[in-house]
C-alpha cells in the first residue's frame, strides 16, 4: 500500500501547532509570534504560507503513552498485596505498589492536560460548534458505544475467575473513599469501569465552552485571550509548576483522603476530588498552548522538574499517611506536576522528530485502552494461581493483551470506519501492509 506521509513536524523555533492523532482538524496558515498581520515572515505579499503540521510529534507521544501506561497499571493490580481488585494474583509484590502510586500520579493529569491543549487548537481552528461535534463524535459516542461491550465481557471475564477459581460472590472490589461509588442509586449507579475518564473529559469540555463564552462576553475576545495568554506564561515559568499543583491539591482535600492520588468517579455521579484535579489539568493544558513558547521553555526546564519528581515520589510514598491531608496533598499534587512538566520537556527534546513506530503506537493507543481491560482480565484469570514469578506473569499478559489488540487495530480498525470514527481519519495498515502487498502483486501477476 502507498506510504502515508503527513507535513514535516514543526522545527523548535516554530510556533507549536497542530492535534495529536484522532481529532480531525482543519488545517489554517500558522501565525508567526511577532507579525502583526499574522502572515508568515520572510515572504512576498503573493506567496502561501506553508500549512503548520498536523501533529506535534512529542505531545502525540505523550497522549499515546498515558493511554498505554494505563494498560500496564491495569496489569499490575492484581499484584498489590491487601488491594481487593476484579481479579486478584495468589502472588503480590510491594514493587507493584510504588509502581501504582507514580503511575497514578500523573498518568491522567497529563492526558487532561494535553485535552486542554489539543481542545483550545482545535477550537481556535475550527469553531465551538465544530470543536463540540468533534468531542461529541470522538468521545461521547464511543462512551456509549463501547459501553455495553465493555460491560458484557468484563462481566463474562468476572463470571469465568468465579467459577474457574471459586473466587466468591460476583461483585465489584469495594469504592475507595472518595469516589462516590456507594452514594447514589439508580441509573447514577451504572458503573463507567476504565471509561469514566471519557464521560469526565465531555463534562470538562462542555463546562469549559460555556464559561469561555460568558467571559468572552463579558470582557471581549481580545482581553479573553491577552489573559489566557499571560496564563500560558506565568504556568511555564520557573515556579509555574507551583501553580499549576494547586487544583491537584484542592481536588485532594476535597475527596478528604489521599488514597494513592485523585480518586476516579466509579459510575456515572461525578465526584468533586477528580473534577476539581482533572478540570485544572485541562485549563492548564489551554493557557499553555496560547503562550507559543511555553513548551519550549519547559523544555529547558525538565531535568529539574524530574529531579524533584523522583524525591518527592519519594516523600510522598513514604509520608502520606503520616503527616496531615493538606501537608500530603500539597506533596503529592506538586510530585504529580513535576512529573507531567519533566515528561513534557524530555518528550520536547527526544521526541521533536517524527518515529514512526512511535506514531503507530500513539495512533492505536485509543483502541486499545478502549478494549483492554476485558481482555486483561480473561489473561489474568488463568494465570492467577499458577506458580510463577510476578515478573513472568506480568509480561505474559502485557504481550497478549497488547498484541491481540495491535494485530486487531492493524486488520479491524486503522483502515476502517472504526478508525475514521476513533481517530480523525483512515489510515494505511501498517503491521500487514507488506503482505497485502505482496498478495496484490501476485493476484495482478496471474492475471497477466
Same mark, same amino acid.
Given at each position: 500500500?502507498?506510504?502515508?506521509?503527513?507535513?514535516?513536524?514543526?522545527?523548535? *523555533?516554530?510556533?507549536?501547532?497542530?492535534? *495529536?492523532?484522532?481529532? !480531525?482538524?482543519?488545517?489554517?496558515? *500558522?501565525?508567526?509570534?511577532?507579525?502583526?498581520?499574522?502572515?508568515?515572515?520572510?515572504?512576498?505579499?503573493?506567496?502561501?504560507?506553508?500549512?503548520?503540521?498536523?501533529?506535534?510529534?512529542?505531545?502525540?507521544?505523550?497522549? !499515546?503513552?498515558?493511554?498505554?501506561?494505563?494498560?500496564?497499571?491495569?496489569?499490575?493490580?492484581?499484584?498489590?498485596?491487601?488491594?481487593?481488585?476484579?481479579?486478584?494474583?495468589?502472588?503480590?509484590?510491594?514493587?507493584?505498589?510504588?509502581?501504582?502510586?507514580?503511575?497514578?500520579?500523573?498518568?491522567?493529569?497529563?492526558?487532561?492536560?494535553?485535552?486542554?491543549?489539543?481542545?483550545?487548537?482545535?477550537?481556535?481552528?475550527?469553531?465551538?460548534?465544530?470543536?463540540?461535534?468533534?468531542?461529541?463524535?470522538?468521545?461521547?459516542?464511543?462512551?456509549?458505544?463501547?459501553?455495553?461491550?465493555?460491560?458484557?465481557?468484563?462481566?463474562?471475564?468476572?463470571?469465568?475467575?468465579?467459577?474457574?477459581?471459586?473466587?466468591?460472590?460476583?461483585?465489584?472490589?469495594?469504592?475507595?473513599? !472518595?469516589?462516590?461509588?456507594?452514594?447514589?442509586?439508580?441509573?447514577?449507579?451504572?458503573?463507567?469501569?476504565?471509561?469514566?475518564?471519557?464521560?469526565?473529559?465531555?463534562?470538562?469540555?462542555?463546562?469549559?465552552?460555556? *464559561?469561555?463564552?460568558?467571559?468572552?462576553?463579558?470582557?471581549?475576545?481580545?482581553?479573553?485571550?491577552?489573559?489566557?495568554?499571560?496564563?500560558?506564561?506565568?504556568?511555564?515559568?520557573?515556579?509555574?509548576?507551583?501553580?499549576?499543583?494547586?487544583?491537584?491539591?484542592?481536588?485532594?482535600?476535597?475527596?478528604?483522603?489521599?488514597? !494513592?492520588?485523585?480518586?476516579?468517579?466509579?459510575?456515572?455521579?461525578?465526584?468533586?476530588?477528580?473534577?476539581?484535579?482533572?478540570?485544572?489539568?485541562?485549563?492548564?493544558?489551554?493557557?499553555?498552548?496560547?503562550?507559543?513558547?511555553?513548551?519550549?521553555?519547559?523544555?529547558?526546564?525538565?531535568?529539574?522538574?524530574?529531579?524533584?519528581?523522583?524525591?518527592?515520589?519519594?516523600?510522598?510514598?513514604?509520608?502520606?499517611?503520616?503527616?496531615?491531608?493538606?501537608?500530603?496533598?500539597?506533596?503529592?499534587?506538586?510530585?504529580?506536576?513535576?512529573?507531567?512538566?519533566?515528561?513534557?520537556?524530555?518528550?520536547?527534546?527526544?521526541?521533536?522528530?517524527?518515529?514512526?513506530?512511535?506514531?503507530?503506537?500513539?495512533?492505536?493507543?485509543?483502541?486499545?485502552?478502549?478494549?483492554?481491560?476485558?481482555?486483561?482480565?480473561?489473561?489474568?484469570?488463568?494465570?492467577?494461581?499458577?506458580?510463577?514469578?510476578?515478573?513472568?506473569?506480568?509480561?505474559?499478559?502485557?504481550?497478549?493483551?497488547?498484541?491481540?489488540?495491535?494485530?486487531?487495530?492493524?486488520?479491524?480498525?486503522?483502515?476502517?470506519?472504526?478508525?475514521?470514527?476513533?481517530?480523525?481519519?483512515?489510515?494505511?495498515?501498517?503491521?500487514?501492509?507488506?503482505?497485502?502487498?505482496?498478495?496484490?502483486?501476485?493476484?495482478?501477476?496471474?492475471?497477466?
Amino acid at each position: 500500500m502507498p506510504e502515508h506521509r503527513d507535513p514535516a513536524p514543526a522545527s523548535p *523555533a516554530a510556533p507549536l501547532s497542530g492535534p *495529536a492523532s484522532g481529532p !480531525g482538524t482543519a488545517a489554517k496558515p *500558522a501565525r508567526v509570534p511577532g507579525s502583526p498581520s499574522g502572515s508568515s515572515s520572510g515572504a512576498g505579499p503573493q506567496s502561501r504560507p506553508a500549512p503548520p503540521p498536523m501533529r506535534i510529534p512529542s505531545l502525540d507521544a505523550l497522549r !499515546g503513552g498515558a493511554l498505554l501506561l494505563g494498560v500496564l497499571l491495569h496489569a499490575v493490580m492484581p499484584f498489590l498485596p491487601g488491594v481487593p481488585w476484579l481479579v486478584t494474583d495468589s502472588r503480590s509484590s510491594d514493587a507493584a505498589l510504588v509502581v501504582v502510586y507514580v503511575l497514578h500520579l500523573f498518568r491522567m493529569v497529563l492526558f487532561m492536560l494535553l485535552a486542554g491543549y489539543f481542545g483550545r487548537m482545535v477550537l481556535n481552528r475550527r469553531g465551538a460548534g465544530a470543536y463540540l461535534r468533534d468531542r461529541a463524535t470522538r468521545i461521547g459516542l464511543p462512551l456509549v458505544g463501547f459501553w455495553p461491550i465493555m460491560a458484557g465481557l468484563t462481566v463474562l471475564a468476572l463470571v469465568t475467575n468465579q467459577l474457574l477459581r471459586s473466587a466468591g460472590p460476583l461483585t465489584q472490589p469495594p469504592a475507595p473513599e !472518595g469516589s462516590g461509588g456507594d452514594a447514589e442509586a439508580g441509573i447514577l449507579a451504572l458503573p463507567t469501569f476504565h471509561l469514566w475518564f471519557l464521560l469526565l473529559l465531555l463534562e470538562i469540555v462542555l463546562v469549559n465552552v460555556a *464559561a469561555r463564552a460568558i467571559l468572552v462576553r463579558i470582557i471581549g475576545a481580545h482581553r479573553a485571550e491577552k489573559l489566557i495568554s499571560r496564563a500560558g506564561g506565568l504556568l511555564s515559568s520557573p515556579a509555574g509548576v507551583l501553580i499549576a499543583a494547586v487544583p491537584y491539591a484542592l481536588g485532594l482535600m476535597a475527596q478528604g483522603t489521599m488514597a !494513592g492520588g485523585i480518586v476516579e468517579p466509579r459510575t456515572l455521579m461525578p465526584v468533586a476530588g477528580a473534577s476539581i484535579a482533572y478540570t485544572g489539568a485541562f485549563l492548564i493544558g489551554w493557557a499553555l498552548h496560547a503562550r507559543p513558547e511555553a513548551l519550549r521553555r519547559l523544555h529547558r526546564q525538565w531535568p529539574a522538574h524530574l529531579t524533584c519528581a523522583v524525591l518527592l515520589s519519594i516523600l510522598g510514598f513514604l509520608g502520606q499517611h503520616l503527616v496531615p491531608l493538606p501537608v500530603a496533598a500539597i506533596v503529592t499534587a506538586v510530585a504529580a506536576w513535576t512529573w507531567v512538566y519533566a515528561l513534557l520537556g524530555l518528550a520536547g527534546r527526544v521526541l521533536d522528530r517524527e518515529i514512526p513506530a512511535v506514531r503507530y503506537l500513539a495512533d492505536a493507543s485509543y483502541w486499545i485502552y478502549l478494549m483492554h481491560l476485558p481482555l486483561l482480565l480473561l489473561v489474568e484469570v488463568p494465570l492467577a494461581d499458577l506458580a510463577l514469578p510476578v515478573i513472568v506473569k506480568l509480561t505474559i499478559t502485557l504481550v497478549v493483551v497488547v498484541g491481540v489488540l495491535l494485530v486487531s487495530y492493524d486488520l479491524f480498525v486503522r483502515s476502517t470506519w472504526l478508525g475514521a470514527w476513533l481517530n480523525g481519519r483512515r489510515r494505511p495498515r501498517a503491521l500487514f501492509a507488506r503482505s497485502q502487498a505482496r498478495s496484490t502483486s501476485i493476484s495482478l501477476r496471474s492475471t497477466a
